[in-house]
């Protein structure tokens, strides 16, 4: 079989087509956590409930739809074949594997209602896209080019690395983010306290008004809390949920005072004191890295173009020279 044809161009084609399915996944994760956040009662309806079956007039009922049909035809394809993918993978996924990106997610705030199937599932389909390309790339095995060689295997490579780079940094900017709101969330616990208000109270009140990612950990702990679970146990779910050594130091201070019985809002006061000085203290080390993190971008982008705008008038004059 002569596959001479496949040029240059072809295999434009071929990595805008892989391209495009890998924006279609995105947008089948998207669409699918914006369809998670509908009302859950809506759902349940949808699923569950059914038109009464009106007889017509030769007695017959009405055709019965089964819960198959029912839905949006989004939800029954795309939906639905990106489910049964995650259950198939699901069965050969190490379960320690699956804990560990469970965890990940859970501290990345499940971003688009993901989690460690999705996640997996998502990850497999990335890197068969990078071997297919790579495989493209090199499909004349006769006249192989090093060069295809060596793209089609950091193509792989970047594929395989790219989910679980993308979700570090999501566990990282979410767990900074916690980090930088914890300060104030410390001072609006304290006056809370100050102003006669109970620790459970006070975090129901800052839950309520903050639309942040700690506001709505905190939330989680008061609902937590509602089901019957004990302050210190919903505490301890919260510092091991994200893992932030500010919160877990604090959780612990706290869970210490409630056994020795001190008061909330002495402990509230000193810890919202000294979240501030660390804040300081973070915020300088992070200025002080600065110029170490400079020396790169000035040595490859700024250098070169300095030495060339001052040294080209003279290159002509040296050349007469010689």
Known sequence: MNLDFIDTSSLYIILGAIVALLGIILAVLGLQSILGKRDRVSDRLDQFVAPEDLPDAEGKSAPIITREMTGSLFSRTLISWFSKLVKFFGRYTPDKQLVELEHKLTIAGNPGNLHAGGFFTMRILVILAGIAFAVLLNWDIQNLDMT?????????????????????????????????????????????????????????????????????????????????????????????????????????????AEKIGMSYADVLHSQAEQMRILRQYRAREIANKLPAKMIMPLALFIFPAMIAVILGPAIPTLFGLF
Do not use: H
């Open 148 to 256: 295809n060689v060596l793209l089609g295997a950091m193509v792989i490579l970047i594929c395989w690395l790219l989910p679980t780079v993308w979700l570090n940094g999501r566990v990282r900017s979410r767990q900074d983010e916690i980090r930088r709101g914890l300060p104030d969330a410390l001072d609006m616990l304290s006056v809370c306290a100050s102003a006669g208000l109970g620790f459970d109270q006070s975090l129901q009140k800052i839950s309520q008004y903050w639309d942040t990612e700690l506001g709505t950990e905190l939330k989680r702990v008061t609902e937590e809390m509602e089901m019957g679970i004990s302050r210190a146990e919903a505490l301890k779910n919260l510092s091991n949920r994200l893992e932030v050594d500010e919160l877990s130091r604090f959780v612990a201070i706290l869970i210490q």
